[in-house]
């Protein structure tokens, strides 16, 4: 299947310092990647949907100020936490469509923690 | 926007039996319903997905089925293994956009 890798795969920052983490699809292209957040022993909870191209659509409830979504390339969508705090501390993880079908895969997820 | 409930939100059964897990959905247009396994601290895996034109499938001793009248759609595991312990998530997708809303997740401990 289609492989989707993330970096790095934990980060612990102090308080308000900014945090990019990085999707990639490394054997097929995707011109829409997802982001996901989950909180210990719940469920993946979608962001925001990272357009090749074009802006970033975000869900209700999420600061796009605060978590700001480029997708540079058909192969890389980047997800920049802006002056994290603690309450931010979760498992990030990306998710992208293979190419021309529904089927989604997940990359390893990106733990971040806020001191 | 779509609505996916899934329960039992923990199961527990002994090795070599059958665990089912029920998801229902909200809006009539959602026509992809995949179904990932997640390990903790790892990736969710999808394991197998249906589409709204099918009623059933089956993959070795996962099974899916799907009532669309009824917008629910069930996963089953047969003959289960200590290494099917897990949590569970149903999903649901509408149209081309490729966007996934999750239940809630099942736990599953397969106690040998």
């Known amino acids: 299947g289609a492989v989707v890798s993330q970096h790095p795969s934990w980060v612990i920052c102090k308080s308000g310092t900014s945090v990019k983490i990085e999707c990639r699809s490394l054997d097929f292209q995707a011109t829409t990647m997802f982001w996901y957040r989950q909180f210990p022993k719940q469920s993946l909870m979608l962001m925001a949907t990272s357009n090749e191209g074009s802006k970033a659509t975000y869900e209700q409830g999420v600061e796009k100020d605060k978590f700001l979504i480029n997708h540079a390339s058909l192969t890389l969508s980047t997800l920049t936490v802006t002056s994290a705090h603690p309450e931010d501390s979760s498992f990030y993880i990306c998710?992208?469509?293979?190419?021309?079908?529904?089927?989604?895969?997940f990359g390893p997820g990106t733990r971040l923690l806020v001191l | 926007g779509e609505n996916v409930e899934q329960h039992p939100s923990t199961l527990s059964v002994q090795e070599g039996d059958s665990a089912v897990i029920k998801c229902t959905y909200s809006?009539?247009?959602?026509?992809?319903f995949p179904w990932y396994k997640q390990e903790l601290g790892k990736r969710p895996q999808l394991i197998i997905d249906i589409r709204s034109n099918v009623g059933e499938k089956k993959d070795q001793r996962i099974a899916v089925t799907l009532n669309k009248t009824a917008k629910h759609f069930s996963l089953h595991i047969t003959e289960t293994q200590p290494e099917d312990s897990a949590v569970y998530f149903c999903a649901a997708s509408i149209g081309n956009d490729y966007k996934l809303s999750f239940g809630a997740g099942t736990t599953v401990t397969v106690r040998a």
């Open positions: 998710s992208a469509p293979s190419t021309g079908a529904e089927t989604q895969y």
């Open positions: 809006d009539s247009a959602s026509n992809y």
